[in-house]
């Protein structure tokens, strides 16, 4: 079985300032790792995803995560982020054991980007 | 319009009684999920089913009952032995050979 660790429940940061969110799993079997972002009252829209290759990965709106195996971590970063970017993000793990048809997700980091 | 249909948005009930959530998807996708989301503990999978007129529990299905009789369709029940029945439900669906989930807009429900 997979679980998945987001330490940090809550992270305020300053409009154009960096963000790093933590994201740390355990799992015996091969993994697919992914980030989503909620919006409130909204349901999750995939951020990006680690399938296999290269270990950093890319979003569209500026989001990058890296894999590393030896940390078993995926943690998300933005080198600069807007207000917009303020939601609720979660990372999530599926694993070879399922067929990765079976998503376990962290308990999610709340953004707060402010002025 | 192409995707998974959440209704209501926002349902309240009585203590004690049964409530159906509805889940309907046009995207042909085999896989369908129920999510529980409260704060602080991210999502907790309740029930899912791969198949039609075949489904799993999850991690938390006490309380809750479902149906699979067509592929478009995965209805949630929360009956009245789901003990806080308070949170917002998420419905996912996940096509074969696709590596990720996509969600519905969700449902919150009060029970009062």
């Known amino acids: 079985a997979q679980s998945v ?4 429940s809550q992270v305020p940061v300053f409009e154009e300032a960096p963000v790093e969110l933590r994201c740390n799993y355990s799992s015996s079997v091969s993994v697919y ?4 972002v909620q919006y409130p009252n909204q349901g999750l829209q995939l951020l990006l995803k680690y399938l296999s290759g290269s270990t950093l990965v890319e979003s569209i709106n500026g989001f990058e995560a890296e894999f590393n195996k030896s940390q078993t971590s995926f943690h998300l ?4 982020v ?5 939601a609720e ?3 999530a793990v599926s694993g070879s054991d399922t067929g990765f048809q079976k998503l376990v997700f962290g308990t999610g980091t709340r953004l707060l980007v402010s002025p | 319009d192409g995707g998974i249909t959440q209704s209501p948005k926002y349902l309240f009930r009585k203590e004690g009684q049964n409530v159906t959530l509805s889940c309907e998807q046009n995207l042909n996708h ?3 999920y129920w999510y529980r989301q409260d ?6 999978l309740i029930y899912y089913s791969q198949i039609v007129n075949d489904f799993q529990k999850g991690d938390i299905a006490e309380g809750y009952s479902v149906s699979r009789e067509k592929k478009e369709s995965f209805p949630l029940t929360v009956t009245s032995a789901q003990k806080n029945p308070t949170a917002f439900y998420l419905c996912a669906t996940h096509p074969t050979g696709v590596t990720e989930a996509f969600f519905g807009q969700g449902t919150r429900l009060t029970v009062v």
């Open chain 1, 5 to 8: 660790t987001q330490l940090d």
């Open chain 1, 33 to 36: 790792l992914f980030w989503y």
């Open chain 1, 77 to 80: 970063r933005k080198p600069s």
């Open chain 1, 82 to 86: 807007h207000i917009s970017d303020t």
């Open chain 1, 89 to 91: 993000y979660f990372c």
């Open chain 2, 30 to 32: 085999d896989a369908m």
């Open chain 2, 39 to 44: 704060p602080g503990q991210g999502l907790r």
